[in-house]
């Protein structure tokens, strides 16, 4: 059940991973006396307006105070897939080994059992080798 959430997980991260390195977008900024206004992204923004400053009562000027950045992000085109050839022998067989060793790491051991675990060894009163004076060599 766990093994079946993770590889859904990585599967979907993978694919939004593919989708954000292949999508290509433009951020708009506007700037009006170094002052962000506004911030737009995939679309396009309005035409600035311009402000009426008055010099004098007669005379007016029309002041254009917007500036624009557009910064364009493009996406790669190509998708490399990669293949076995790509790689050496040596690098084949670390890689296999490595997924050998860290497959078998968790593995335990079968547990072996002892009969005798429970039960409390026997009362000796006399030390018999010792009074008949037969040892074992």
């Known amino acids: 059940m766990i093994k079946q959430i993770l590889h859904q997980t990585c599967s ?47 005379h007016s000027e029309r002041v254009k105070c917007c500036k624009d ?3 364009f992000f493009k996406g790669q085109d190509t998708i490399k897939n990669p293949s076995d050839n790509d790689y050496q ?16 790491l968790f593995t335990s051991l079968p547990q072996q059992i002892t009969l005798f675990r429970d039960y409390a060894p026997p ?3 006399l030390d018999r080798q010792a009074l008949h004076q037969v040892f074992l060599i």
């Open 69 to 71: 950045e557009i910064d």
């Open 89 to 104: 022998y040596v690098q084949k067989l670390v890689v296999t080994a490595f997924v050998y060793v860290y497959e078998n």
């Open 12 to 58: 979907i991260a993978l694919t939004i991973l593919m989708l954000i390195t292949t999508a290509s977008f433009t951020v708009q900024k506007r700037y009006c006396h170094d002052d962000l206004i506004g911030v737009t992204v995939f679309s396009h923004m309005d035409e600035c307006n311009e402000k009426t400053v008055g010099v004098t009562s007669s």
């Open 123 to 125: 009362d000796i009163i």
